[in-house]
């Protein structure tokens, strides 16, 4: 049990859901296949995990498990853009200069207002047509000697995906951003004006103030918000299949494909993304118990 976390109490009404849910899944794939006229082939998805090399003699990652890298790839790294961007635009809004703050308020309008699909689509295609091939990216990846073939292989995809990856990375990222900007702002003005003032009497600057007496406060009332956001932020990055980055959900369709088990594959992934997503939530559930026993013994 987490530290601060209540004990479980399981009722009877508890017992009665888990027998219903249990019954559900009973009938589902104990009765679904002769109704459906369905043959259920479970066995033929722990090959597309791993797979033996013959050449490198040895186990490696097949497409669902490549997917599954390349997902929490883009997972960790849209969640560095987007808590980058996120914290950067939302000092911008709390800005005192009206410029900075109008440009916060711009982006963060902008991305709100635009659904995550669309928004994916504007920034890949302005990117593999404008940026990348303005900066000559595709023919420098060619021309890379094995060890940083390998380091980029490791840190982000094979380089020959690297021109849809991130564009992807990039996309998610700004499209969560404008979420964590709003948390951000929203965390800080929560803290009372009276810290702020009080910082102010004792000789304190507005950055130190803000580093050493609003921002510990703030995060213990962020935390829950930021864990939804970067929870979505996993789920989305199912969207970067439709711009060819080969990541969970793209590898697992060729899958189903493959195979013609459409049902066991999603049901998998299924499980798979909601494994991810609790590992995330228990995570930063225990972060924001963590702050908000840092900041009471601070005395706040």
Sequence with gaps: MLPGSRPVKFRKIDAVLLAGIGLLLLLVFGRGGPVLNYHWKWASLPRFFLRWDEVA???????????????????????????????????????????????????VEAIRNVPPLVFVFIVYFFLSTQIV???????????LGPVSSRLIGVLFCPPEQLVSFLPGVLALGLFSAAYVAEIVRAGIQSIDRGQWEASKTLGLSRTRTLRHVVLPQALGRMWGPLSNEFILLLKFSSLASLVSVPELTFQAYQVGVTTRGMFEVWIVVGAIYFLLSAGLATLFRHLELRSRKSSGSMGV
Excluded at 71 to 84: D, E, F, H, K
Excluded at 85 to 96: E, Q, Y
Excluded at 133 to 143: F, K, Q
């Design 133 to 143: 091939s303005a900066l000559g990216l595709e023919p420098a990846l060619h021309n």
């Design 57 to 107: 003699a040895q186990w490696v990652p097949n497409l669902l498990l490549s997917g599954l890298l390349a997902t929490i790839r883009l997972t960790i790294w849209g969640s560095v853009v987007s808590l980058v961007g996120g914290v950067a635009v939302g000092m911008m809004r709390l800005s005192p200069a009206l410029g900075l703050r109008l440009i916060g308020l711009t982006f």
